[in-house]
């Protein structure tokens, strides 16, 4: 079982740039796809991001794709999402998921979940 914890957070202004991280304990995150998900208040949790767990592919939202970068570091235990030329529209809480099913944009088809970061981008 893996235990998530994300960093990385913080506040920004529009059209700057922040990076998560995701560090896994308890299994190496190499064993898993791992996702990015986000919950802006009052509203859903959404897919952003994920990274099969062989080979690296990635795939994003349509709301980021272009923006944002997914990679892992495997050989740290870490999952890293860049995000640039952010918007106030990103502002959200951002979960790190891992799990087996890397085409899932469901949150319940991800096993493991962090605790989750705070990003707020200001206008």
């Known amino acids: 079982q893996a235990q998530l914890v994300e960093s990385g957070g913080g506040l920004v202004q529009a059209g700057g740039s922040l990076r998560l991280s995701c560090a896994a304990s308890?299994?190496?995150?190499?064993?898993?796809?791992v996702a990015w998900f986000r919950q802006a208040p009052g509203k859903d949790r959404d897919f952003v991001a994920a990274?099969?767990?062989?080979?690296?592919?990635?795939r994003y939202a349509g709301s980021v794709k272009g923006r944002f970068t997914l990679s892992r570091d495997d050989a740290k235990n870490t999952a890293n999402l860049q995000m640039n030329s952010l918007k106030p529209e990103d502002t959200a809480v951002y979960y790190c998921?891992?799990?087996?099913?890397?085409?899932?944009?469901?949150?319940?088809?991800?096993?493991?979940w962090g605790q989750g970061t705070q990003v707020t981008v200001s206008s």
């Open positions: 998921a891992a799990g087996y099913n890397y085409l899932s944009n469901a949150r319940y088809s991800w096993n493991y």
């Open positions: 990274i099969r767990r062989s080979g690296g592919t990635t």
């Open positions: 308890g299994r190496t995150l190499s064993a898993y796809d």
